[in-house]
């Protein structure tokens, strides 16, 4: 039975400790999953971290890690978000060279047009910061490659489920 390998985004609850990010990646590479994508931060209580971690695997594994995860001590949930009924968003920012006035001002245009924002500049470069799903940052990171990135760096995805669905 060859089940289809997506992508699936777990979300957990966990105290905020030392060592339990260890028990998270020990957990996963000890059952043979890659962690694609991890972020974690505070609740509203800082004794607990939220943690939005996506893999690549089939239905029944990511049912049976989620099972795994439930056991370790420091958890207080888990659960796995459905894509259609969840708001996924993923931080980027992307340093560019820029070394003269014109090509700056294209560069922030195609900032704009992602509703980027500008948060640092240099005669030699601009940083920019961008919001969005992971299509939306691999488009702006496309356009951009034509000037020169010289830095890069994305948060990884964030997700929460919507209300009312």
Request: proline share 1%; aromatic share 4%; glycine share 6%.
């Amino acid at each position: 039975m060859n089940e289809e390998i997506k992508r699936y985004t777990i979300i957990t609850s966990m105290d905020n400790e030392a060592g339990v990010l260890s028990q998270l990646a020990h957990l996963f590479s000890r059952r043979g999953h890659n962690i694609e994508t991890i972020a974690a931060g505070w609740t509203t209580d800082h004794k607990i971290m939220r943690f939005t971690i996506e893999i690549y695997t089939d239905e029944a594994k990511v049912k049976l890690l989620c099972n795994q995860l439930r056991k370790l001590v420091p958890i207080h949930s888990v659960e796995i978000l459905d894509p259609q009924k969840s708001i996924r968003r993923e931080l980027m920012l992307v340093k560019v060279r820029a070394a003269d006035k014109a090509t700056r001002n294209e560069i922030i245009q195609i900032g704009n047009i992602f509703r980027g924002s500008v948060v640092d500049i240099t005669n030699e470069s601009l940083t920019l910061l961008v919001t969005g799903d992971d299509q939306k940052n691999a488009a702006f990171e496309t356009l951009l490659k034509e000037f020169g990135i010289i830095e890069l760096a994305r948060t990884g995805i964030v997700a929460m489920e919507r209300d009312g669905l």
